[in-house]
């Protein structure tokens, strides 16, 4: 069993950048087949998938966020970061960090384990 617990800051002003890190316990981040991803879900908007790294390191990424998202890992600490990077107001919403141990959880938010989410506001 897998468990994810995203952190962060929860308020981040415009124009800087959001960082935020998925902590994974019960499972390892690099084991086979295994992808990672970032969801995000604005407040009275639809799930939307940012990007993801697989357990070999490739990352993908959401065609109108991939100008301004970059994940990462660390498999020492078991751990996925996001950050996206010129932040503004829309970017407010709840951010998830959720795994599938096959490869097509993304096309229907079918995510074998999910994060609790934490809600990050980007205001001044």
């Known amino acids: 069993q897998v468990q994810l617990q995203e952190s962060g800051p929860g308020l981040v002003k415009p124009s800087q950048m959001l960082s935020l890190t998925c902590t994974a316990s019960g499972g390892s981040i690099t084991s086979a087949y295994y992808s990672w991803s970032w969801i995000r879900q604005p407040p009275g908007k639809a799930l939307e998938w940012m990007g993801a790294i697989a357990y070999d390191g490739s990352t993908y990424f959401s065609p109108s966020l991939k100008s301004r998202t970059s994940i990462s890992r660390d498999t020492s600490k078991n751990q996925v970061s996001l950050q996206l990077s010129s932040v503004t107001p829309e970017d407010t919403a709840v951010y998830y960090c959720?795994?599938?141990?096959?490869?097509?959880?993304?096309?229907?938010?079918?995510?074998?384990?999910w994060g609790q989410g934490t809600r990050v506001t980007v205001s001044s």
């Open positions: 959720a795994g599938c141990s096959g490869y097509r959880c993304y096309e229907n938010f079918e995510y074998d384990y």
